[in-house]
């Protein structure tokens, strides 16, 4: 067995103090302490491991520091950690024996959701063969962590490749030195992917959006699918998720049949990707590249009907002050899309922004079904795939919402 590398003694005997406020935090499970509730942190050196304490010295456990972020300390666990990589090593064991309980039917899924997976700033997702890392803070930035990450990905899951995805903002609000997105080990950053009884996609890690692909929608794929038939819109569709599953799976679900599928994105790399795919699963869709605000608005006023809509737009509400302009977003997209729907059609209408509750969105959903004059029934009421788990006590780990509505009235 390599030696695993050990903490040097300076950073684990580095402490933090919280105020009153931090405390009550902590004590209802939320991993976060924001600089503002630190009652003391001197001197503490940037990514350290930190022993982290109330006012009265009082030993609350041990947490990863960030000299630079908002989000001061994120805990890492409630007792003492000696081994900051070995604890590392840990965690990512356990989120794989996770995942190999919950997920079947695809290769494709998140391994290590961050706080979700007690592994704050930590993601991984494997793409078949081809694993995507990408880290978000000091701590998870430091050499022997790294180490740890790629060591025990390697040893568990014996990819062909490692790559790793560079948000340059994230590194710069980090204060980390700039990365380029790269392979970090092996040889492959390009794959194909399976989902859902074999629904394939092309994967690239170097290329796309978020880590390439948008893995939190999966099981909403194949939900969807289900209740997909005649005529199908997907708007917002990337690389054809919705749309070729509602395609593919037509041939699972009899009743459920499509007659046509029609994508629609504003990124052309997208829908080249889309038209790829679609020929992966010997398939033909149409794929339009339009503003889809100004498509629905203008197919909504020319009278143009559909008996699917698939509506997922990217998160409008970046952060909170944008939360009214979100909603509006929202409830002009369900308004010109419920418009548009024959009886009995089905609308799957999502949100990725946090910042909108779920109870904001059903509210401004049910706004715009009100000023379409239509009923609805909500057939499914979902969120992300269960490869990346929300945690009960940390609102922040929840933020898809996917309703499936079908048209009552
Ligand atoms: N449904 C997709 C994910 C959609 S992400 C899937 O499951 O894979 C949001 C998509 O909206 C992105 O592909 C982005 O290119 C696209 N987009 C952003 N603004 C747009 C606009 N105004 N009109 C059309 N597409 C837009």
Redesign the pocket.
Known sequence: MPKKPVVSAEHAESSVKLSARAVARLQRRHPWVYRSDLAEATGVPPGSLVRVIDQRGRFLGMALYSSSSQIAIRMISHGSVADLPALVAERIKSAIAYRKELVSNTDAYRIIFSEADSLPGLIVDRYNDVLCVQILTQAMDAAPVREAVLQTLREELQPAGIVERVDARIRELEQLPPLQSRLLWGEKSSTVISMNSGVRFHYDGLEG?KTG??LD?REN?AAAAQYAHGEAL??????G??ALHSAVHSDLHPSGKTSSVTG????RP?LEMAEKNAALNGRELEWIE????DLLREYAASGRRYDTIVL???AFAKTKRDLEKALGGYKELNLRAMKMLRPGGILVTCSCSYHVGASDFFEVVADAARDAHKSFRVIENRGAAKDHPMLLNVPETSYLKCLILSVSD
């Open positions: 959006q692909a948008f929608q794929y997907d708007a917002f569709c990337y690389q998720g919705f629609v994105d504003s990124s997208a339009a503003n889809a605000f997922d737009p990217p």
